[in-house]
């Protein structure tokens, strides 16, 4: 029987799971928190491990259980990616990426980073709209917290990323997607917010609610980019590869 570790957490790692869960195959799921273990609820048949690995800890679960190892990480999920592809190259493990497409139009501002983002944004005169995840709000502490607002999970270690980043409480948006164009625009009105600061998480990740809520608002969105270019695969295409064993 074929064995897989898949590293999920966004809605391309459920969608694999549940997949993978209808074939003879054994099936682990690494997550890296108990949020992404409850969003796996009903998805998945297989055994599911929780908590952020190190390199030596994938190497390891790699050398354990002898599987093939699918990465369907957040694209923003630089080091993670980088790890799971060192602990592939020195364990000798098979390494299938999945990929969401980007979805960033020409209408958009763009920043290499959150700090190139920050700074574009330090003589911004109207309120700031932060959807960038609680692990960027450091690089933003140089602006004003009266014009600054978060959206972020509704999790106890999001909203302490906020308070130790100043934020005061009624600037904490803690609510949990998927996001509608409607909700977004409601979101941004009621804020006044003149700067939404995003990522590309494409289609999958709600880019598009959030352009069409902009553009209904009149509201700039500030992209901060993929860092370089990855090769990979769809959820079907990986599918494919597995049920025709194309593993070698």
């Known amino acids: 029987m074929k064995k897989i570790l898949l590293f999920a957490g966004t809605s391309e790692g459920r969608r694999l799971a549940q997949m993978l869960s209808a074939l003879p195959v054994e099936l682990t799921v690494s997550v890296a928190t108990e949020y992404g273990r409850e969003a796996l609820s009903g998805a998945c048949n297989g055994e599911i491990l929780v908590g952020r690995m190190s390199l030596e800890e994938m190497e390891r679960a790699f050398l354990k259980k002898d599987c093939l190892v699918v990465d369907a990480t957040h694209p923003y999920a630089v080091e993670v990616s980088k790890n799971l592809r060192r602990a592939a190259e020195s364990t000798g493990t098979r390494l299938l990426r999945c990929l969401r497409p980007e979805a960033a139009g020409e209408s958009c501002l763009f920043a290499e980073d959150a700090r190139a983002a920050a700074g574009m944004l330090e003589k911004e005169p109207g309120n700031i709209l932060l959807t960038t995840g609680s692990k960027e709000l450091s690089a933003f502490s140089g602006l004003p917290r009266g014009s600054l607002y978060a959206r972020v999970l509704p999790t106890v270690e999001s909203i302490r990323a906020c308070e130790e980043a100043g934020l005061?409480?009624?600037?904490?948006?803690?609510?949990?997607?998927?996001?509608?164009?409607?909700?977004?625009?409601?979101?941004?009105?009621?804020?006044?917010?003149?700067?939404?600061?995003?990522?590309?998480?494409?289609?999958?990740?709600?880019?598009?609610?959030?352009?069409?809520?902009?553009?209904?608002?009149?509201?700039?969105?500030?992209?901060?980019?993929?860092?370089?270019?990855?090769?990979?695969?769809?959820p079907e295409e990986i599918l494919r590869i597995i049920k025709k064993g194309e593993l070698a």
């Open 168 to 234: 005061p409480h009624s600037h904490i948006i803690a609510m949990q997607g998927p996001f509608g164009a409607e909700l977004n625009a409601a979101i941004l009105r009621r804020y006044r917010i003149s700067v939404m600061v995003t990522k590309d998480g494409g289609a999958a990740g709600g880019f598009e609610e959030k352009a069409m809520a902009a553009r209904e608002t009149g509201t700039q969105l500030l992209v901060i980019r993929r860092a370089g270019r990855e090769e990979g695969y769809s």
